[in-house]
């Protein structure tokens, strides 16, 4: 099932703990279903200012919590990320290539493994990309480990 979220929060009291959930949609029957956020959390221990986001339903703070590689793993659904960039290499052909330029471009502002990044473009296994990395045939005057969500660039020689 896919699911849509619109940056809606709800927020459950029991006594002085808190539930805190984000509200998706299926896209196909719009039926609501609840990704937890917090979970029988003491309302002391969460900052004052993010109850007031949660209460106001913060689009900017539902984006940042999708981020979160918490929030899938405690909800056990999978996040599609397939458009949040675009690779553009230069020469286009890989096979005739020994030397390609590659540009990474975020369309989304989402945080993903460098190493994933450049596997999935290039459609290489991301021990391929370790060891290319490590061996030098993939170079970058950006950081290649880790996650990043700005545009970068590298360089990978045959």
Not at 52 to 80: I, K, Y
Not at 125 to 148: F, H, N, P, W
């Amino acid at each position: 099932m896919e699911f849509q979220t619109q940056g809606r929060f709800r927020v459950n009291a029991n006594h002085k703990l808190l539930d805190v959930w984000l509200l998706a949609l299926c896209a196909q029957c719009g039926e609501t279903i609840k990704l937890t956020v917090m979970e029988r959390t003491h309302v002391r221990s969460i900052d004052p200012d993010m109850l007031t986001r949660f209460h106001e339903n913060d689009a900017s703070l539902a984006a940042r919590l999708l981020t979160d590689p918490q929030l899938p793993h405690r909800n056990d659904v999978a996040l599609d990320w397939s458009d949040a960039w675009r690779l553009d290499m230069d020469p286009v052909e890989l096979p005739k290539a020994d030397v390609l330029d590659v540009r990474v471009e975020f369309t989304h502002r989402i945080p993903l493994r460098v190493s994933t990044v450049i596997a999935n473009g290039l459609e290489l296994s991301g021990s391929e990309v370790a060891k290319l990395i490590a061996t030098g045939g993939i170079t970058s005057d950006d950081k290649l480990t880790g996650r990043r969500a700005s545009d970068f660039g590298f360089v990978m020689r045959w």
